[in-house]
């Protein structure tokens, strides 16, 4: 669609600022929103204008969500179309392949890559694709035009299932999108592979923005009993492992998961130090605890706690029950790693939280590593909160 025939949009006077400043969101009391704005459809693009007529750019705007428009360009002539999503997806892989050698990593991260509402996990030739937008679900058979024009990949998967959806007035979906998914895709790290589950698995099927923290725990892990609990599909358990661990007992309560990680142990031949187990993370963390089983590196990676904002209490205080029973589980001088991948959690506050109960437990220690997100999970510098990941490693006495 040509740029002229969109829709036009204006900003009430003086709300323009934030946009002007390089923010690429605009909230639904910032808009000038008439009876023909809120009949558009949710994702519809349109061009924005400030209160005197001055261009702001092309955005999708959703008449329903508080996060009414999200920029694409300031450019009010630009097309969006699939040669207009190649051009950023060529950036995207460009800064990728600077940072990493092998093709596995976030290709994707929405607005810091100048893709609102996409995400697009890379494994080789098969990609994983979120749209989690009104706007991206619009624009999602122009962006599987796009892939197939700069990767040529063999298989596109769309795991439309993110609860973010439902706040654009989404429905959920995952759905083989192009291409074949035999032979099984899998992902290499560390020099190791594990295969993986597009379709059924969590997420995109793998955690990329642990992958550096996963390297700076596995060197800690020589000779010593690890023990990883929420483990997923043994990205943490084997990369330790690999490094030379005693041992290493990995936990999930996803049965999928769990035999993910089995195979991936058989596959890597490091089965016989590392096993797994399906359990309850807090109930298995409690028992362990009770039986005074120690190791000489922990880990803790969990789901997300706080979900919404009505979680943040009761979420927050599950990272200080976590501390409370991780923290015992540790050898002295031994290590702990937390993560928390709850965007809604303040970093200050996750701290605070994990910092509580450590006392509780009766250990003390120190802060020795922490960190975010790697270089594939980039973050617009006018949207902080996509820095969502937070993690520490601690010593423990």
Not at 53 to 79: C, K, M, Q, V, Y
Not at 175 to 186: D, F, N, T, Y
Not at 350 to 376: N, T
């Amino acid at each position: 669609m040509a740029a002229s025939s969109l829709p036009a949009l204006r900003v009430k006077p003086r709300e323009e600022r934030r946009v002007k400043g390089g923010h690429p969101w605009i909230y639904s009391n910032e808009l000038l929103l008439d009876p023909a704005a809120k009949a558009l459809p949710p994702g519809a693009l349109v061009r924005l204008f400030d209160a005197h007529g001055g261009g702001l750019g092309i955005a999708s705007f959703n008449p329903h969500s508080l996060i009414a428009a999200r920029l694409w360009t300031e450019d009010t002539g630009a097309s969006i179309d699939a040669a207009f999503l190649a051009a950023r997806l060529r950036k995207a892989l460009a800064l990728r392949e600077r940072f990493f050698a092998a093709p596995y990593y976030r290709l994707v991260h929405a607005e810091a890559d100048g893709l609102p509402g996409f995400v697009v996990d890379r494994f080789d030739d098969v990609l994983v694709v979120q749209a989690n937008t009104a706007g991206a679900e619009q624009l999602t058979p122009l962006l599987l035009q796009a892939l197939q024009d700069v990767l040529q990949p063999r298989a596109v998967v769309l795991r439309n299932d993110t609860p973010v959806r439902r706040l654009e007035g989404l429905d959920e979906e995952i759905r083989l999108a192009a291409g074949s998914l035999e032979p099984q895709p899998h992902v290499e790290e560390g020099g190791l592979r594990f295969a993986l589950d597009l379709l059924e698995g969590q997420k995109t099927g793998w955690y990329f923005d642990l992958a550096a923290a996963r390297a700076q725990v596995a060197a800690l892990a020589p000779g010593q009993d690890v023990l990883d609990c929420y483990c997923h599909t043994g990205a943490f358990a084997l990369n330790a492992a690999k490094a030379g661990a005693k041992s290493v007992h990995g936990i999930d309560r996803s049965e999928s998961g769990v035999a993910l990680a089995t195979q991936a142990a058989k596959a890597n031949g490091l089965d016989r130090i590392a096993r797994f187990e399906k359990a309850d993370g807090f109930e298995a963390l409690d028992r362990l605890g009770s039986a005074g089983t120690r190791f000489g590196v922990v880990i803790t990676d969990p789901p997300n706690f706080v979900k919404s904002r009505k979680d943040l209490g009761a979420g927050s205080r599950a990272y200080r029950k976590l501390a409370k029973l991780a923290a015992p589980l540790v050898k002295p001088g031994g290590f702990w790693f937390v993560a928390c991948c709850a965007h809604l959690l303040p970093g200050e506050l996750f701290a605070k939280e994990v910092a509580i109960g450590l006392g509780q437990s009766g250990r003390a220690g120190r802060i020795v590593l922490s960190g975010g997100a790697g270089p594939d999970h980039p973050v617009h510098p006018h949207v902080p909160e996509s820095a969502y990941l937070k993690w520490q490693v601690l010593q423990l006495d």
